[in-house]
């Protein structure tokens, strides 16, 4: 089974390519936010220092982890739905599920471990880096000593593949349950219904947030703690955004719905949230970054902002000013991230429809009208993510601005949300369009043959 | 003026030492409201006949025109247009759009060449009713069998009012009687088709069959039945023979 599972990775370069990344990427990440947490605790290190820097790995870290750990489940879920109908023939030729289970774990395992020991040496970097800019910006003593060891890499590796893998067997299991035959077909007709498992997820980690949200704003002026709401009001916006990011199938249909109004007579247009309703499954997994760039970046960078104000009228504190740079520099790294993300999944999404393009281009589609359909479909999108987004971002900044500000909405960087939303629609229009001209560059009757 | 004509069309796949002849000087008439079959083994260049034919392919030397249209310099946006406009297609696999319906998928071409209008649904409909899937037209693909499938994908050929269609092994996917109907469904509804087989009993639908042998027509037999094709297949293999051996001398 193991010599399929690596024929079977090598055959599906692109897609394993883009859940290789997300690893990569968010295992460096991660690991440089561990770094942070084993050098707190390390021996060496004193009192004042050891609360920041676990603080700062706990409740920063805390939620960069969970946005790691959900984009590589969504991409490693997304690169396993594609394959429905292949495991559907494995079942007609006599695979039994459990050995497509054991085949599909031992592929996302295989890539997972691949690209989490590949992000070691880079993890190890950003974390020194990291607490170079803590110590520069006087956040910590200057004699605090970078103390990473190897249990960042393990914890790190450990949640990784335990991810990739419990995203995997999720993402399998309707190919695999019911008959073989049904397997084969089921997986070229429509999308999967909301079931009660994935709606009860959703919603309680949109009431997780709602929580956050309530408590920075009963709790965010207690005590001495002047960073309480801060340290709230982010974990609100993480929650919103991925708890409504679960039914981005069901929000994408909504899209296509109302997007179909506005596309009038134009053929590419139409052809796009037809599309869109039957494939919204697969384009979820576009969605779901989008939301996640929006209203975190929206979020966090909101609370900086309104901090920034508040510090312009105060008398400038030392550590105000370092913690809103290393806020804006933590806010950085996860947006960027997640814009890779977003560029990721589309280029995983579009590698995947080459045929689909064939299929089209034989009915009588030009190469640009092909082209524009997926540049509509990927409008569409990123405007959903960036209204779904936006409100995702609200989670935060409300309760945020309510507690610093006389206001409900902030009044600080006006241009941020239209910034953000500028960014993230230029990432997912651009490389949809980029990839799907990447697709086409075959004659049709190959691609479709292929 | 004949619909569809080849004169010393060439397709040479590759380069240099990979170089394969698929097509070795193929000339070709067809008259309209003909229906023909192209016949010959694996490998005889049959589907690069209908590719190039079709504007798919580009001939490596050779002119094609249809409906006196020269497809040669036109670029793939020009060429896509004319396609759109005057060719309609049956694949093997059928080559239905998965997510969209029987009457989306009919509609597709007039979508695309921006002509659907208040008379088109009922237009689609007709189509599909004369396919004898009105019934059927809110289903997906998938929700269909092969048969229907085809019918459909006939229908989709035929909406636009195209001068010539191309089948491409029509019913190698199906089973016997769903066979008849898309061919009954060719001969009667079709303008002029040009179809590339191996089965004896769907050429002998066709007015007249033409056998293609290592890129080249050998041979050309009118009013077919299947027993006769099927005998001159068998003989392709000393035809091909003979050629060779004169080739040589």
Known sequence: ?450 | MNVLQLDGVRKVHGTGANAVTALDGVSLAVPPGTFLAIMGPSGSGKSTMLNCAAGLETPTAGTVTVGGVDLAGQDDEALTRFRRQHIGFVFQDFNLLPYLTAYQNVELPLRLAGTVNRTSRHRIVEMLDGVGLAHRMDRLPAQLSGGEQQRVAVARALVAEPSVIFADEPTGALDSSSAAQVLTLLRRAAPTVVMVTHDPVAASYADSVYFLADGSLVSRMDSPDAESVARQLTHLGELVAGRRAEAVR
């Open chain 1, 1 to 450: 089974m193991n010599r399929l599972a690596v024929r079977s990775v090598r055959s599906r370069i692109t897609s394993f390519t883009a859940c290789g990344l997300a690893v990569f990427l968010g295992a460096t990440l991660m690991m440089a936010f561990l770094a942070m947490l084993t050098t707190g605790l390390a021996h060496g290190t004193s009192g004042d220092d050891r609360s920041t820097l676990v603080t700062m790995a706990t409740v920063v870290g805390g939620w960069a982890v969970l946005i790691v750990i959900f984009a590589v489940a969504s991409t490693m879920q997304l690169t396993v739905r594609q394959r429905s109908e292949e495991f559907g023939l494995l079942r007609t030729i006599g695979t039994t599920p459990k050995q497509i289970r054991r085949m599909v774990s031992s592929e996302s395992l295989l890539v997972t471990g691949i690209a989490a020991v590949a992000a070691l040496i880079p993890g190890w970097l950003l974390g020194r880096g990291v607490l170079a800019m803590l110590r520069n910006g006087h956040l910590v003593s200057a004699d605090v000593h970078y103390h990473s060891g190897l249990a960042p890499f393990a914890i790190t590796l450990v949640a990784m593949l335990a991810a990739a893998a419990c995203a995997a067997r999720f993402a399998a299991r309707p190919a695999l349950t019911g008959s073989a035959a049904g397997a084969l077909t089921a997986s070229r007709v429509g999308s999967p219904e909301l079931s009660r498992r994935r709606f009860w997820l959703g919603i309680g980690l949109i009431a997780l947030g709602a929580n956050y949200s309530v408590m920075a704003m009963t709790m965010g002026n207690d005590g001495g703690d002047k960073f309480a709401a801060m340290s709230l009001a982010g974990p609100a916006s993480v929650f919103w955004s991925i708890g409504l990011a679960v039914f981005a199938p069901e929000l994408l249909r909504r899209a296509a719905v109302l997007g179909s109004r506005f596309v009038g007579r134009n053929a590419s247009g139409q052809l796009a949230t037809i599309a869109m309703r039957q494939r919204a499954a697969e384009l979820a997994g576009a969605l779901r970054p989008v939301i996640i760039l929006v209203g975190i970046s929206t979020g966090t960078l909101y609370m900086v902002g309104i901090d920034a104000a508040a510090g312009q009228l105060k008398a400038h504190d030392v550590a105000t000013n370092s913690t809103e740079l290393l806020n804006l520099v933590v806010v950085g790294m996860v947006s960027l991230f997640a814009a890779i993300m977003v560029g990721n999944t589309l280029v995983a999404t579009i590698a995947a429809r080459r045929r689909e393009f064939g299929l089209q281009r034989l009915a009588g589609s030009t190469r640009g009208q092909v082209t524009s359909m997926a540049g509509i479909e990927a409008a569409l999108v990123a405007a959903t993510g960036i209204v779904v987004g936006g409100i995702a971002a609200l989670g935060a900044v409300v309760p945020y601005t309510i507690v610093k500000t006389p206001g409900y909405l902030p009044t600080v960087w006006p241009w941020l949300f239209p910034a953000v939303a500028a960014v993230a629609g230029a990432v997912t229009v651009g490389t949809a369009v980029t990839a799907t001209r990447r697709e086409l560059r075959q004659p049709a009757v190959e691609a479709v043959a292929a």
